[in-house]
C-alpha cells in the first residue's frame, strides 16, 4: 500500500513538473517575410485610396511572444507609391496635371495584442492549431523622396499651379505611427503564416511633394498590407 501511495505521489509531482515547465516555456522568437501591396491618400489621389495606384511591398520581421497575447515586433517593410491628376473625377483636378512617384523604406516596433490569447502548446506537451486575430499600434521612421511633376502644356502651369513648381524642400524622412490588424495561423511547431493591412500616417504634407498646390491641411498617409509567413524559433516542442 506504501508503494502504491509511493509511486501516485511520484507520478503526480512529475507530471505537475512537466506541466510547469511547458506553461513556463509558452515565450518564443518568430522570423518572417511579409508579401503584398502598398498604397497612398494625400493631395493626388482624390478618392481615400486609388486602387489602380497600388504597388508590390515587401517586408521581414522579428517577433517575441512573452505571453499568450501579448508580442512584440520588429519590422522592415519596402514599397512604392504614386498618385495622379489623371485618375480624378473631378476635371479642376484633371486639369491642374501633376504626378509623382516614391520608393518608400520604414523601419518600426510595434506591439500586438492577440486577442483569442491560445496557448500554442498546451500542457502535455501537445501542439495545437489555432488561429489569432490581433491588433498593432508601433512607432517608426520612413524613408522616401518624391519625384514630382507637372506634365500638362507649359503655357498653362503659371495658370493652374498655385505656387512655382516643383515645390521647394520635399521631405526625405518622416515620423509615423503604424496601426493595422491582422491575423495569425500557428500551423504545426515550426511555422505561422497569416495576413495584415496596415496605415502609416506621417504627419506631413510632404510625402507626395505637394502642398501649397493642394491642401495644405490635408496630411499624407501610407498603406502596407500582405500576406506572412514565419518561422518559429526555438519554444517548446511536441512531447514524445
Known sequence: MHKI???????????????TLYKARQSYWE???LFGASNYSGDLAEKHIEFSESHLSYGAFIRYFFSKQFAVKAQFNGGSISGEDANAKDPELQERSLRFGSDILELGVVGEWHIVGKDRINNIGEHEFFWSPYLYLGLGGAFGGAKTEYYGAPEDKDRLLQSPFPEVGPRQQFFLVPAGLGVRFDLNEVLSIGAELGCRPVFSDKLDGVRLNGNPNKKDWYYIGGATVAFILGGPKRHR
Open 5 to 19: 501511495l509511493l509511486f501516485a505521489l511520484l507520478f503526480f509531482s512529475l507530471n505537475l513538473s512537466s506541466q
Open 31 to 33: 522570423a518572417g517575410i
